[in-house]
């Protein structure tokens, strides 16, 4: 299984951008799949989530109502669409896929395959 993320780069706050994760090797839309972000020196945290073979989505809190996780399924890619940025989401964007449904969704644990990451930097 390979996860390819793609879409980062540099936005002003209040911005938009979109992230891509192109999958192989696996369907994204029989796995549970997410995106994580981090920041140097601080742990990986969750993003959005999305269940397998439907369209319920997970949010935390600090990007639920600007962000939107969803899936392409017939590119067989996952998506991430950012809007009303702030500083604050400057980090290393992550995908991730799992097999099975995990109701400690919002875990790093839960996935078993990750993408490589793309630099989102945010700036007033």
């Known amino acids: 299984v390979q996860l390819q993320a793609s879409g980062g780069g540099l936005a002003q706050t209040g911005g938009s951008l979109r992230l891509s994760c192109a999958a192989s090797g696996r369907t994204i839309s029989t796995n549970s799949i997410a995106w994580f972000r981090q920041t140097p020196g601080k742990e990986r945290e969750f993003v959005a989530a999305i269940r397998p073979y439907g369209t319920r989505a997970y949010y935390s809190e600090s990007v639920k109502g600007r962000f939107t996780i969803s899936r392409d399924n017939a590119k067989n890619t996952l998506i991430l669409q950012m809007s009303s940025l702030k500083r604050d989401d400057t980090a290393v964007y992550y995908c991730?896929?799992?097999?099975?449904?995990?109701?400690?969704?919002?875990?790093?644990?839960?996935?078993?395959?990750w993408g490589q990451g793309t630099l989102v930097t945010v700036s007033s």
């Open positions: 991730a896929m799992g097999i099975n449904w995990n109701v400690q969704y919002y875990s790093p644990s839960s996935y078993s395959n």
